[in-house]
């Protein structure tokens, strides 16, 4: 059963902004938010050259009034990974290219410009679960299930995995994905940090368009710190951290926006924090 958007009137991003979107993505616009669908269900989204380069030149070619962007599968699985038929010909210096190609596609993911929310389903497997992992929020369906074939089929991770999995996951955890060809169910990748949400099947777009809304509501100030600046602290030394941590504070806390923020919760006109 092929999915479809059924959110309210979709309407297309204007052409001029997406030179390069091949048929095998679909962009459409939610307001403030952007939504990119791997439309390869045939191919079970199976990620080829082309896909990769529409999905980098989709994200660096966002309209400015793009707050936040959420990225789906359309058919039965998010992605079953790298398109494997186009692995077979290629020499040691072209694989070495083919890898950097979705390193430098998906930094203009995790370190675009604005936050991206994933919405997985059925196999998010390979290079999907590499995909999957440059976003920044994670909603899986109760169908999804994870895994790392690269171990059986005699290849290796190409897509970023090695860097941004065990920070999810851990090295061990990876290593025995990887050598085993374990694949974990939504409830063990909720459980382990693959997702962060976990919703009923069909109901992950929904939760991902309301996610990337209340995201584009943040300011572009306090996303930035937090999609560019919060992950540097994190892997770099605490010393330093401590120190761009106080600066990005002192910057963040000095914007108007923040002011008025501010005082609109004094002024009990702000939201409070509400459980759930
Ligand atoms: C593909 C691919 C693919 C499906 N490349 N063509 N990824 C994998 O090792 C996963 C390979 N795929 C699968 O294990 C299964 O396809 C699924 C579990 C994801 C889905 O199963 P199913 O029964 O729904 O579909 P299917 O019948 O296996 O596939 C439908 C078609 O999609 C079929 O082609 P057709 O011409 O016979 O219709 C499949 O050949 C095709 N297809 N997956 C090419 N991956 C940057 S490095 C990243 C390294 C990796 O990602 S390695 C992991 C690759």
């Known amino acids: 059963m092929a999915r479809k958007i059924k959110t309210e009137k979709p309407t297309r991003l204007a052409a001029g902004l997406l030179p390069f979107l091949p048929p095998s993505l679909a962009a459409e616009r939610h307001g403030a938010v952007a939504i990119v669908t791997l439309k390869r269900a045939q191919k079970r989204n199976a990620l ?15 309209p400015k009034d793009i707050k ?5 599968g359309e058919g039965e699985h998010f992605s079953a990974g790298l398109d494997l038929s186009e692995l ?7 694989g070495v290219e083919h890898s950097a190609s979705w ?7 995790e370190f675009g410009r604005v936050p ?8 998010v497997v390979g290079g999907g679960l590499e995909l999957a992992a440059a976003a920044h929020v994670r ?16 290849i290796y991770v190409g897509g970023g995995a090695s860097v941004r999995l065990p920070r999810l996951i851990g090295v ?20 382990m940090g693959l997702s962060h949400h976990l919703v009923a ?23 930035f710190a937090i999609m560019h600046v919060l992950p540097r602290i994190a892997e770099g030394d605490p010393a330093s951290g401590y120190v761009t941590e106080s600066l990005m504070a002192a910057i963040a806390q000095g914007s108007d926006e923040a002011k008025a923020r501010l005082k609109d919760f004094l002024e009990k006109r702000g939201k409070k924090v509400l459980r759930g």
């Open 103 to 109: 390193h430098r596609a998906f930094q203009h993911i």
């Open 116 to 123: 991206i929310v994933a919405v997985l389903h059925g196999a």
């Open 139 to 154: 909603v899986a369906e109760k169908s999804t299930y994870y895994a790392l074939p690269e171990g059986t089929r005699g």
């Open 172 to 191: 061990s955890r990876m290593q025995e994905m990887m050598l085993t060809g374990r694949t974990y169910g939504a409830e063990e990748g909720q459980a």
């Open 48 to 62: 080829n050259d082309t896909m990769v380069e529409g999905l980098a030149a989709f994200f660096q070619a966002l």
């Open 201 to 223: 099947d069909g109901k992950g777009l929904a939760k991902g368009i309301e996610l990337a809304g209340r995201i584009a509501e943040n300011t572009s100030l306090t996303n």
């Open 88 to 94: 077979t010909e290629r020499n040691t210096a072209e």
């Open 68 to 72: 936040a962007v959420v990225l789906n």
